[in-house]
């Protein structure tokens, strides 16, 4: 039998490609396009690249380090996560997230920019505990995963200043829990 490579995850491979296409551009201009299409920040509202940038801003990072930490997990949850609600479904649920951590994040830091996936890598680190729920019963690792993930972000958004965007985890990490509830149900 002949051994061939599979492209097993549709949306999250191309999502990790297409990110890493972005960060070799924003690389390759210093920062430009990843500032220009790949980075939240409030702009007008008769600018086009403002909605673009509600969707894109998920696939710019500001360095290679900023990548990997996002990508890692997105890539040891994302295929189970693919395989477990189809890709369409996957791929909305990334769409609502970037979206919704986009606008969030521009109301309550509208002096500030936003970029990277690890609102979408939160959204999946809950919603993969998620998984696991049956009628009436919610699992103890999801009450874990949420004290502890959420929990973190919480009190570092609470007592640190960083570059860090405990603002998009928490988001991401809500959403994560309410598309497994709604999911679940829809399955």
Do not use: W
């Not at 603002?167 to 149900?185: N, Q, S």
């Amino acid at each position: 039998m002949k051994k061939r490579i599979d492209y097993n995850s549709p949306v999250i491979l191309t999502f990790v490609i297409v990110a890493l296409g972005a960060l070799i551009l924003g690389m390759i201009t210093r920062g430009f396009v990843t500032e220009k299409f790949f980075m939240v920040y409030r702009s007008s509202l008769f600018n086009p690249l403002t909605y673009l940038r509600l969707f894109t801003h998920v696939l710019g990072h500001a360095d290679i380090s900023h990548y990997m930490g996002n990508i890692m997990i997105i890539l040891l949850v994302g295929p189970m996560l693919e395989e477990k609600y189809g890709s369409q479904d996957l791929l909305i649920m990334m769409l609502i997230t970037a979206v919704a951590t986009g606008l969030i994040f521009l109301v309550f830091f509208p002096n500030g920019s936003l970029c990277g996936a690890s609102g979408i890598a939160f959204m999946m680190i809950v919603l993969s505990s998620a998984t696991c729920m049956r009628d009436g019963k919610i699992p103890l690792t999801l009450i874990l995963v949420v004290a502890l993930y959420l929990g973190q972000q919480i009190v570092d958004g609470l007592m640190i200043r960083d570059n860090v965007s405990q603002l998009a985890h928490i988001v991401g990490g809500v959403l994560g829990g309410v598309f497994g509830f709604v999911y679940r149900k829809k399955q």
